[in-house]
T-cell receptor, first 115, second 112 residues
Framework: DAGVIQSPRHEVTEMGQEVTLRCKPI?????LFWYRQTMMRGLELLIY????????DSGMPEDRFSAKMPNASFSTLKIQPSEPRDSAVYFC?????????????FGDGTRLSIL | GDSVTQMEGPVTLSEEAFLTINCTYT??????LFWYVQYPGEGLQLLLK?????DKGSNKGFEATYRKETTSFHLEKGSVQVSDSAVYFC???????????FGSGTRLLVRP
């Protein structure tokens, strides 16, 4: 079975440009999470969706960040305008059901560099 | 609030040595506990889990026991291999908050 698929794997762009990260969760999983990983701050939860509805976006750093999940098989995380401090690895994860015993499955991440 | 504390790394061991990575947690309820492993350039992979007190999770020679009395979930392996070199994350999940809370990660380096 295919795991969580993220694209692109690497993105290098200049400050001020719009960046769009994409995620395809595992089929049948109804919860989706976006994380950011940096050396300084570790893993941070940005936002999560349940049944395509955003439930908690309190981790989104500021209005430059937005996330959508138009259907059960696709989500985007957009940064506009991008800044050098947004450079990080962004992970998407999905999870079946709401019970705690079900683990999250992570994609391989998008390594984002803002110049 | 809920939190996870892991031992500082890096942990450097010789091949076939015994491994312990300490993990303690603070939670108001009864969380599920996980260990994830991250290899260079990859995402996090579930290593093992335990959902209630005294449960033992195990996988690939790694083990961890959910100890409610000491609020701990220490990761152990009897004989590490070079291929075990990675970053290990302890995490807890609370149904009430619907969030997976991670520790800061512990880097393991195994030398031949």
């Amino acid at each position: 079975d295919a795991g969580v698929i993220q694209s692109p794997r690497h993105e290098v762009t200049e400050m001020g440009q719009e960046v769009t990260l994409r995620c395809k969760p595992i089929s049948g999983h109804n919860s989706l999470f976006w994380y950011r990983q940096t050396m300084m701050r570790g893993l941070e939860l940005l936002i999560y969706f349940n049944n395509n509805v955003p439930i908690d976006d309190s981790g989104m750093p500021e209005d430059r960040f937005s996330a959508k999940m138009p259907n059960a098989s696709f989500s985007t995380l957009k940064i506009q305008p991008s800044e050098p401090r947004d450079s990080a690895v962004y992970f998407c994860a999905s999870k079946p059901g709401q019970e705690g015993g079900q683990p999250q499955h992570f994609g391989d991440g998008t390594r984002l560099s803002i110049l | 609030g809920d939190s996870v504390t892991q031992m500082e790394g890096p942990v450097t061991l010789s091949e076939e040595a015994f491994l312990t990575i300490n993990c303690t947690y603070t939670a108001t309820g009864y969380p599920s506990l996980f260990w994830y492993v991250q290899y260079p350039g990859e995402g996090l992979q579930l290593l093992l889990k335990a959902t209630k007190a005294d449960d033992k999770g195990s996988n690939k020679g790694f083990e961890a026991t959910y100890r409610k009395e000491t609020t701990s979930f220490h990761l152990e392996k009897g004989s590490v291999q070079v291929s075990d070199s990675a970053v290990y994350f302890c995490a807890l999940w609370m149904d009430s908050s619907y969030k997976l809370i991670f520790g800061s990660g512990t880097r393991l380096l195994v030398r031949p």
